[in-house]
């Protein structure tokens, strides 16, 4: 059975920073994985992806030069380091997991259950 968890959330003050990991179980992911959020009374959006070999990563541009996304091939284990957070980055965070490297890398087949992050002004 193939499962994604999610750890790290929390409650954090503006400027604040939090790591959040993504633990991949069941098999080894060989594609992108990423992270997407979703904010109180808003959709689910993209927030950041890394392929296979973390070479190639992508941003949206609400978080670039703030959030850092790394993996850990041998543990199967994404991370999203959030620094300088921000209000507008309350939301609850999704881990995302793929097979595929090929084609957009914001649509994703696996998904966590998510992890709260509360930024306070």
């Known amino acids: 059975q193939v499962q994604l968890v999610e750890s790290g959330g929390g409650l954090v003050q503006a400027g604040g920073s939090l790591r959040l990991s993504c633990a991949a179980s069941?098999?080894?992911?060989?594609?992108?994985m990423g992270w997407f959020r979703q904010a109180p009374g808003k959709e689910r959006v993209f927030v950041a992806a890394?392929?296979?070999?973390?070479?190639?990563?992508y941003y949206a541009d609400s978080v670039k030069g703030r959030f850092t996304i790394s993996r850990d091939t041998t543990k199967n284990t994404v991370y999203l380091q959030m620094n300088s957070l921000k209000p507008e980055d309350t939301a609850v965070y999704y881990c995302?997991?793929?097979?595929?490297?090929?084609?957009?890398?914001?649509?994703?087949?696996?998904w966590g259950q998510g992890t709260q992050v509360t930024v306070s002004s």
């Open positions: 890394i392929s296979w070999s973390g070479v190639t990563t």
């Open positions: 069941g098999r080894t992911f060989r594609g992108y």
């Open positions: 995302a997991a793929r097979d595929r490297l090929v084609g957009d890398f914001t649509t994703y087949d696996y």
